[in-house]
């Protein structure tokens, strides 16, 4: 696991590259999917390509194997990267060859053939530009479509004249493309196999879709009279139609292009001559066609991963590097630090769990938040942040359980193996929060002592740069027992569901809620009800969310079948309503939360259209707001109801557009963390410094960002339903 340490050198050194190219990514995306007819809809086919493919897998391997020997290649199936490798080394030394030209692949580079073909006396040339920098640097990739993506052109330059020493010195984006291009040209020419990965291969003719920025794999393949491809199994799609909503999607989901630079659709062997480049006097026409292709394809894993039912999904990724380039810790660190021996990014944990196993997944797998931020980005519909969770769950149950007197005691969970202090610690907050109001004021003061804070640095590894929640003596569901409603007559009837941070921390958010809804109409209670797993599940403890979800549901439904709407103010909350419980709970009692459970200011933007009087509500006439809407209120689309209802009472609304502030629940306190959240909240920061906004109040959905931006500017953000009470 990167430490803090390691992880401030990757922010310094690599992270504002990796920063403003994953950034122009994400840019890119959103404009291209924009221009798209139905996005959704593509997205759905070719999630369910891959559904079938997966489930047909054996079939269509066989299928592949018939079209592959029918059209004159070989297939390999290798059990894993040694076999890959093995079969790999011996194509190459039947052909007697001394180079290999080698196209970018993710395959190659989990079996690191490299490194086996170097060992044997071949030399290899990667011909991709990205990887060909790092194969000059001998560094690691850092992203999976763009290798180098942490390398600005300076270090490329430096690089280049360093160990070239060209006549002139190479300076511009021009010179370096074209020094490479001509030094990558000579060695594809003097090649004798070209090695390519393949980004699907339809089973039904063996037609493999290559997609590249350079040209360079059709190159390598076409110059060379052998053609080696490797690829894992799950590559293969049953027909060569299925290609076209993959190649739809792949270019804008990774690089934001429309179409990726060079789509190549091969059936190789193909008939194309082998060109003698020296011969520049016979016609191509006349020169030899004598191919040969191998296609190796590997399982290394990928079968376990079949037959899980979590990891299974990964093996629907079209690794375009869309969960990486949405990701904001990804953004500060790069694949160096969030990624495992080969792949980085948020699906890196489900690919390096089923290939490399859980030692290795469990080096990166914190620094993913859970934030859901890759959901929408990803083009086939994975749910990367469960795949993340549910790995996170089987890291902790390797792990030795920490003292009994604590998980029977003060962490009263339902994880009967290892989750470590820490995680027990922050899972159980519910615990926590409902001692620290119990005793508060005597809590906050004594947990903002030098000795606490110590404490809680050296067994809990809370990081004391944070202020820590300050507990209310009265709960927002004690203050609204001692209450009447104010609505005689009303016009909708709700449950305003006392979430743990609500509840005990940002009371009068609560208050100002209760208040706004009665303004509008609607008779409002506030029951005890348990808190809703969040915090369990954000550290990986499946079992006690799942115990959270049942009592949460338990409590809820009678409200329901009486009539009454669920709305929630903490949008992780809202969002495990929404989405966590499906996976948590049977589907009739996740349905009937999910269909009666509101976030506050949609309900709110509900009312008003169905004809509450917004004059109820506080207005201003010339009044301007900054807004940062949480990372689960976007996944859910959520933002706009808030933006119009500020909007409906007077409000200009300047809403950030960074992917997260950086705090993500209990991420920011963690020591090892702090110093990575603050580096993604700075970029907040920023737009919230800007002229025009840096005067304005700022409002924001979540704790954690209500708690970071405190952190990172001096002015105090409020929920925006606090602006709403008159
Ligand atoms: S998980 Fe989805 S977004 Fe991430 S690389 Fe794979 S296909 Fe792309």
Same mark, same amino acid.
């Given at each position: 696991m990167a430490t803090a340490d390691e992880l401030r050198e990757l922010i310094r050194t690599e992270g504002a590259a990796v920063a403003t190219n994953t950034q122009a990514f994400n840019d890119g995306r959103y404009a291209s999917v924009a221009d798209l007819e139905d996005y959704e809809e593509l997205k759905r086919e070719a999630r369910a390509i891959k559904e079938d493919a997966i489930e047909r897998l054996p079939e269509l391997l066989e299928q592949l194997t018939t079209a592959v020997e029918e059209n004159g290649g070989t297939v390999y199936l290798a059990d894993d990267a040694a076999d890959a490798n093995d079969y790999v080394r011996s194509v190459v030394a039947d052909r007697n060859a001394n180079r290999v030209v080698k196209s970018k692949s993710m395959t190659s580079e989990e079996l690191e053939v490299n490194a086996a073909l170097e060992g044997a006396g071949v030399d290899v040339v990667e011909t991709d530009l990205g990887e060909w920098v790092l194969q000059v640097a001998d560094e690691a990739p850092s992203h999976i479509v763009a290798p180098a993506i942490h390398k600005s052109r300076d270090a490329i330059a430096a690089l280049f004249n360093e160990r070239f020493d060209p006549d002139e010195p190479l300076e511009t984006a021009e010179e370096l493309t074209r020094f490479a291009r001509e030094t990558l040209g000579e060695r594809i020419v003097d090649a004798e196999v070209g090695l390519t990965g393949a980004n699907f291969i339809a089973a039904e003719t063996g037609t493999m879709a290559l997609v590249t920025s350079e040209g360079n794999a059709r190159k390598s393949v076409a110059a060379t009279d052998t053609q080696i491809t490797v690829a894992g199994v799950e590559k293969v799609v049953p027909t060569v139609a299925d290609l076209q909503s993959f190649v739809e999607l792949i270019g804008r989901s990774g !690089? +934001?292009? %429309?179409? !990726?630079s060079y789509v190549s659709l091969l059936t190789p062997p193909v008939e194309t001559p082998v060109v003698d480049f020296e011969d520049d006097t016979t016609p191509i026409s006349e020169f030899e066609s004598d191919r040969e292709f191998h296609l190796v394809l590997v399982d290394n894993g990928r079968t376990e991963m079949r037959e899980d039912d979590h990891l299974r999904e990964t093996l629907y990724c079209i690794r375009c590097s869309a969960c990486s380039n949405s990701c904001a810790n990804f953004q500060s660190? +790069?694949?160096?630090?969030?990624? /495992?021996e080969t792949y980085s990014g948020g699906i890196a944990t489900g690919w390096e769990a089923g290939i490399e196993g859980l030692d290795v997944a469990a080096?990166?797998? %914190?620094? *993913? #938040? /859970? *934030? #859901?931020?890759c959901v929408n980005a990803c083009p086939v519909g994975i749910d990367i942040p469960w795949i993340n969770t549910v790995v996170r769950d089987r890291i902790n149950r390797e792990k030795d359980a920490p003292a009994d007197w604590l998980v029977d005691g003060l962490s009263p969970d339902e994880e009967d193996e290892g989750a470590p202090l820490q995680k027990r610690f922050f899972g159980n907050f519910e615990t926590v929060a409902k001692l620290g109001s119990a005793t508060a004021p005597v809590s906050n003061w004594l947990a903002d002592t030098t000795v606490s804070r110590q404490f809680m640095a050296r067994f809990l590894e809370i990081d004391p740069r944070r202020d820590l929640p300050a507990f209310e003596r009265e709960t927002l569901v004690d203050w609204f027992a001692d209450r009447e409603s104010t609505v005689a007559d009303p016009e909708r009837r709700a449950v305003l569901y006392p979430d743990l941070y609500t509840n005990h921390v940002q009371v009068d958010r609560g208050k100002a809620a209760v208040r706004v809804l009665e303004a509008l109409g609607v008779d409002v209670v506030v029951p005890p009800v348990p808190s809703s797993g969040r915090a369990p599940l954000s550290q990986g403890m499946v079992a006690t969310a799942t115990d959270h979800a049942g009592r949460v549901t338990e409590a809820l439904a009678p409200h329901i079948e009486d009539g009454r709407d669920i709305v929630v103010i903490e949008p992780s909350d809202y969002a495990m309503f929404q989405r966590e419980y499906e996976k948590l709970l049977d589907g009739a009692a996740f349905a009937e939360l999910a269909e009666n459970s509101y976030e506050i200011l949609e309900y709110v933007y509900g009312l008003l259209e169905n004809g509450a009087d917004a004059s109820a509500l506080a207005a201003t006439e010339d009044g301007a707001v900054a807004y940062h809407s949480h990372c689960q209120q976007r996944t859910l689309g959520l933002e706009p109801y808030t933006v119009a209802v500020l909007e409906e009472c007077g409000y200009d609304v300047a809403t950030s557009d960074v992917e997260c502030c950086g705090m993500a629940g209990s991420f920011g306190y963690k020591s090892e963390y702090y110093e990575l959240s603050m580096d993604v909240g700075d970029r907040l920061r920023e737009q919230f410094q800007t002229d025009g906004v840096r005067e304005q109040p700022v409002v924001a959905s979540g704790t954690s960002c209500l708690e970071q931006i405190d952190a990172l500017l001096e002015r105090q953000p409020r929920h925006p339903v606090e602006l709403l009470i008159t």
């Open positions: !690089t +934001g292009q %429309d179409i !990726t660190v +790069g694949g160096h630090a969030f990624g /495992g080096e990166f797998n %914190d620094l *993913c #938040t /859970g *934030c #859901t931020r």
